[in-house]
Structures are given as structure tokens and as C-alpha cells.
């Protein structure tokens, strides 16, 4: 006998009255819904092997444990397959923990989103993109996860937009953000393997984030070029005070000219590092730093990030077009460490 | 057919929160501010401060700094306002 599922059940006619339900609760994103019948909810359950009372993370502040039964209701409404709850698990527990610090993304005016980079097998099996229009529509697992993940924000943490929520501006990734890094293609080291995981281990790295800025370079044919222009852009972008975390996406021309140089992804880390400091003198002049302009300001360098090491960097996109992106963090890495997680399946 | 669905949500579990008694007057009072590190955040405080002494009679401020905004009061802060204040002023804002 399977072990009883425990939340209130609602009887309706139909599925359109299923989905009416819940809209006139509040429990959607503004989208419609999968209706989340005990069936689908099982299956779901199931694919992750485990029990509806196993509990997934405990958000301190709002005091709210998140049960495997929570997180799969909410994955059928995403419309998840049952194999993809398995990274949707792993991503609650990146938000649970507390380095991650829920109580300032999950609620933030700075508008956080959570950016989720899937690493290791799964990625492939479960066809999440690591290619072309990579933010965009067209991909079931990356729309569907990222969108379960933000449904039990919503639904199970309280972080109701306009509410708890109060992001000034949000960004559509708030919707769903997650990409695979293209392992298959990539000539460095995958991301989890950096941050101490096995090349065979699936992991989800979590993320507060900002949207994405698109930036082009077809004109250099040197990774220093390339990233030049890279630095360029971002050296006046998101909290550039509050000193967060920073995702590369390198896409594929641009790694592949990069690589063709010799570079890994410390030498870019350390070099985009270098080459996204500040001085004060601008910070001041700009009115992002307080303070009258000082003898020295010209010279004193703030950097945007406080090490190398909070550069992530991530190899995916399309293979065509002389484009990549980064991803500013939200608020700084202090309050919100970027954490990957093991997907146990 | 009908179809039975499953509530997606949790609800906030209740807590009762026992609130410290209220003085009757500030005058003598040793107060705490808390700052949350966000810009001006210690300027506005340090102006409320000057009107609590100014205005009614607090004995003395004292400024404690968050490790940051999203965080709550760190224990130091706690414990050290336990013993040297009397009335806490706290706030949170962009």
C-alpha cells in the first residue's frame, strides 16, 4: 500500500474546471496548468524514488518544510515529465540550503530569478538544451523544470509576486531558467566537475540571477579580443557595488576561437576578473558609489566580483552566430552563493 | 467525469511572538539601532538617534551593522543588545 497522500483534494467537473481552480486559487504563474491528479502526482514521485512525506528542504525564514509530495504537485502542474523531477528535487535543495539564503532572492526588489545549469548525463537524456536559442522557447525540460521550481517558490515558500515577492522589475526568467552546459562540444572542464563533482555525476547548479545580456564580437579572432569585449560590457552591469556572482555563457564560435588560443576557463576567469574593474573615481562620478571624489580615485580599482572564483563559466549556445552572454548575480555572493547540487536518481 | 486534484501549497505555520514590554517614556533610555547596510540606511538612523536624545531624553545611542540586507541580525548583534540597550530601532527599506 502506497503511503497516503496527504494535501486537501479538490473534486471538479473537467479539466477546464481543474484549471479554473486553480487560477481562482492563486496557485498558477499565469499560465495554465497540468492538472495535478494523485496519479501524475505518483508517477512523479516515483521517477525520484521517494516518499510523498520525504522531506526535500526547510526554508528557515518563512519556517516551511518542502515535502517530496509538495514539490511533485507542483511539478505536474509545470507539465514536468516524471523523469525530470529528479533535477527539480535537486534544485529545491540548492534553494534550501542555507548559503543559498532564501529569504533575500525568494522575496527581493532586485528581482532574482533562479538560474539553474544542468551538468553531467542527464542533461543529455532528459534533452535539456545546451544549443541554440538557449534561453528560449522550444524545449519541454528546460520551460517545464525551471517553471516547477518557481511553483513551489510560489506555492510552498509564500513568494507571492506583489506580495512576498516584490521584485521592482523581475525578468522573464522568473517564469523558468535553465540551460545545459554542452558538455559534448565543450573543450574545458564542465562546470560541476570545477566545483568538485565526478564527469559521470548529473548535477544542478543554483543560481540568483539577473536576466541574461546578449553581447557580439565578429571581429576578433583572439580569445584576449573576444573577451575584451566581453569585459567591456559587463563592467557596468547588474549590482556592480554589490560584488555578486557572474555567469559566463561562452557560445559556440566564440569558445571555439577562445579554445583555438589555449585558454581554460581559469585563464578566462581571471582575465574577465582583471578587466571588469571600476575605479572609484567612475564609481563616484557614475552615483553608484557614495562619497566626494578623493585624491587617488582614478587609480583605486574596485572589482566587479570579489575573486576570479565567482565567475562561473559555462559553455552553451548555438553553434552559429558571433554571440555569448553573461548572467549578472543577484545582490552579492555573500548573501547568495551560486550552490550545484548531486540530481540522485 | 469528475477529476479530484491535490493542493499544491503549504501554509505558513503560525507562530506566536511574544513582544518585549513597551517602556513608558524614552527619557534615560539606552537605545540600539540596526543598520541593514543599504546606502543612507546609517545616515537616517544616526538622524533618528540625534531626535530620540534631542527630543525625548534618550540617555544614548548605539549603531550595530547587519552582515547584510537579506539576513536577519547575527547573534553578536543580539547578544550585545541584550545587555547595553533598552528600546531597539530596527527597520527594513530600500
Redesign the interface.
Same mark, same amino acid.
Given at each position: 500500500m502506497p503511503a497516503t497522500?496527504t494535501?486537501?483534494?479538490?473534486?471538479?467537473? =473537467?479539466?477546464s474546471a481543474?484549471l479554473d481552480?486553480?487560477f481562482s486559487?492563486g496557485?498558477t504563474d499565469g499560465l495554465p496548468v497540468v @492538472? @495535478?491528479?494523485?496519479a501524475a502526482?505518483r508517477a512523479m514521485l516515483d521517477a525520484a524514488k521517494l516518499a510523498p512525506d520525504a522531506k526535500i528542504a526547510y526554508i528557515r =525564514?518563512?519556517?516551511?518544510?518542502?515535502?517530496a509530495?509538495?514539490v511533485a504537485?507542483?511539478a505536474v /502542474?509545470a507539465g514536468c515529465k516524471p523523469e525530470y523531477m529528479p533535477v527539480v528535487v535537486a534544485a529545491v535543495e540548492g534553494i534550501g540550503d542555507e548559503r543559498w539564503?532564501y529569504?533575500?532572492p525568494g522575496t527581493?526588489?532586485g528581482g532574482a530569478a533562479v538560474l539553474m545549469i544542468v551538468n553531467g548525463p542527464i542533461a543529455r537524456e532528459l534533452d535539456i538544451n545546451a544549443g541554440d536559442n538557449l534561453f528560449g522557447p522550444g524545449w519541454r525540460a528546460n520551460l517545464t523544470i525551471g517553471r516547477a521550481l518557481r511553483?513551489v517558490m510560489r506555492?510552498?515558500c509564500?513568494s507571492m509576486p506583489g506580495l512576498l515577492d516584490r521584485g521592482t522589475v523581475g525578468h522573464p526568467g522568473k517564469l523558468s531558467y535553465v540551460i545545459a552546459e554542452n558538455e559534448a562540444q565543450s573543450p574545458w572542464t564542465p562546470l560541476h566537475v570545477e566545483r568538485g563533482f565526478r564527469p559521470e555525476q548529473s548535477t544542478v547548479t543554483v543560481m540568483a540571477a539577473e536576466g541574461p545580456h546578449q553581447f557580439y564580437n565578429q571581429l576578433s579572432p583572439t580569445a584576449e579580443g573576444i573577451l575584451t569585449t566581453l569585459a567591456d560590457n559587463m563592467r557596468i552591469s547588474g549590482n556592480v557595488m554589490g560584488q555578486p556572482h557572474y555567469c559566463l555563457v561562452l557560445a559556440g564560435e566564440h569558445m571555439t576561437t577562445i579554445a583555438a588560443d589555449g585558454w581554460d576557463k581559469k585563464r578566462i576567469r581571471q582575465f574577465v576578473w582583471e578587466k571588469t574593474q571600476n575605479s572609484h573615481a567612475h564609481l563616484k562620478r557614475t552615483h553608484r558609489m557614495?562619497g566626494a571624489l578623493e585624491p587617488g580615485d582614478e587609480s583605486k580599482m574596485r572589482p566587479l566580483v570579489a575573486t576570479p572564483d565567482d565567475i562561473l563559466v559555462v559553455t552553451a549556445g548555438g553553434r552559429a552566430g558571433a554571440f555569448s552572454c553573461f548572467v549578472p548575480g543577484w545582490?552579492?555572493a555573500?548573501?547568495?552563493a551560486a550552490l550545484t547540487k548531486e540530481i540522485k536518481r | /467525469?469528475?477529476?479530484?486534484?491535490? =493542493? %499544491?501549497?503549504?501554509p505558513?505555520?503560525p507562530?506566536p511572538i511574544e513582544y518585549a514590554p513597551r517602556p513608558g517614556a524614552l527619557a534615560g533610555k539606552r537605545v540600539a539601532l540596526i543598520e541593514n547596510t543599504k546606502?543612507?540606511s546609517d545616515k537616517l538612523l544616526q538622524r533618528i538617534g540625534d531626535i530620540l536624545k534631542a527630543e525625548h531624553g534618550v540617555a544614548e545611542w548605539t549603531m550595530y551593522r547587519k552582515?547584510?540586507?537579506?539576513? %536577519?541580525a547575527h547573534d553578536e548583534i543580539i547578544t550585545a543588545i541584550k545587555t547595553s540597550a533598552d528600546v531597539v530601532v530596527a527597520g527594513i527599506g =530600500?
Amino acid at each position: 500500500m502506497p503511503a497516503t497522500l496527504t494535501s486537501q483534494r479538490f473534486k471538479v467537473a =473537467d479539466a477546464s474546471a481543474a484549471l479554473d481552480l486553480c487560477f481562482s486559487r492563486g496557485w498558477t504563474d499565469g499560465l495554465p496548468v497540468v @492538472p @495535478p491528479t494523485e496519479a501524475a502526482v505518483r508517477a512523479m514521485l516515483d521517477a525520484a524514488k521517494l516518499a510523498p512525506d520525504a522531506k526535500i528542504a526547510y526554508i528557515r =525564514d518563512r519556517f516551511v518544510t518542502i515535502t517530496a509530495e509538495k514539490v511533485a504537485i507542483n511539478a505536474v /502542474m509545470a507539465g514536468c515529465k516524471p523523469e525530470y523531477m529528479p533535477v527539480v528535487v535537486a534544485a529545491v535543495e540548492g534553494i534550501g540550503d542555507e548559503r543559498w539564503g532564501y529569504h533575500g532572492p525568494g522575496t527581493s526588489t532586485g528581482g532574482a530569478a533562479v538560474l539553474m545549469i544542468v551538468n553531467g548525463p542527464i542533461a543529455r537524456e532528459l534533452d535539456i538544451n545546451a544549443g541554440d536559442n538557449l534561453f528560449g522557447p522550444g524545449w519541454r525540460a528546460n520551460l517545464t523544470i525551471g517553471r516547477a521550481l518557481r511553483l513551489v517558490m510560489r506555492n510552498v515558500c509564500g513568494s507571492m509576486p506583489g506580495l512576498l515577492d516584490r521584485g521592482t522589475v523581475g525578468h522573464p526568467g522568473k517564469l523558468s531558467y535553465v540551460i545545459a552546459e554542452n558538455e559534448a562540444q565543450s573543450p574545458w572542464t564542465p562546470l560541476h566537475v570545477e566545483r568538485g563533482f565526478r564527469p559521470e555525476q548529473s548535477t544542478v547548479t543554483v543560481m540568483a540571477a539577473e536576466g541574461p545580456h546578449q553581447f557580439y564580437n565578429q571581429l576578433s579572432p583572439t580569445a584576449e579580443g573576444i573577451l575584451t569585449t566581453l569585459a567591456d560590457n559587463m563592467r557596468i552591469s547588474g549590482n556592480v557595488m554589490g560584488q555578486p556572482h557572474y555567469c559566463l555563457v561562452l557560445a559556440g564560435e566564440h569558445m571555439t576561437t577562445i579554445a583555438a588560443d589555449g585558454w581554460d576557463k581559469k585563464r578566462i576567469r581571471q582575465f574577465v576578473w582583471e578587466k571588469t574593474q571600476n575605479s572609484h573615481a567612475h564609481l563616484k562620478r557614475t552615483h553608484r558609489m557614495s562619497g566626494a571624489l578623493e585624491p587617488g580615485d582614478e587609480s583605486k580599482m574596485r572589482p566587479l566580483v570579489a575573486t576570479p572564483d565567482d565567475i562561473l563559466v559555462v559553455t552553451a549556445g548555438g553553434r552559429a552566430g558571433a554571440f555569448s552572454c553573461f548572467v549578472p548575480g543577484w545582490s552579492s555572493a555573500k548573501s547568495s552563493a551560486a550552490l550545484t547540487k548531486e540530481i540522485k536518481r | /467525469m469528475t477529476i479530484e486534484i491535490l =493542493d %499544491p501549497t503549504t501554509p505558513a505555520s503560525p507562530r506566536p511572538i511574544e513582544y518585549a514590554p513597551r517602556p513608558g517614556a524614552l527619557a534615560g533610555k539606552r537605545v540600539a539601532l540596526i543598520e541593514n547596510t543599504k546606502f543612507n540606511s546609517d545616515k537616517l538612523l544616526q538622524r533618528i538617534g540625534d531626535i530620540l536624545k534631542a527630543e525625548h531624553g534618550v540617555a544614548e545611542w548605539t549603531m550595530y551593522r547587519k552582515h547584510n540586507a537579506s539576513v %536577519p541580525a547575527h547573534d553578536e548583534i543580539i547578544t550585545a543588545i541584550k545587555t547595553s540597550a533598552d528600546v531597539v530601532v530596527a527597520g527594513i527599506g =530600500d
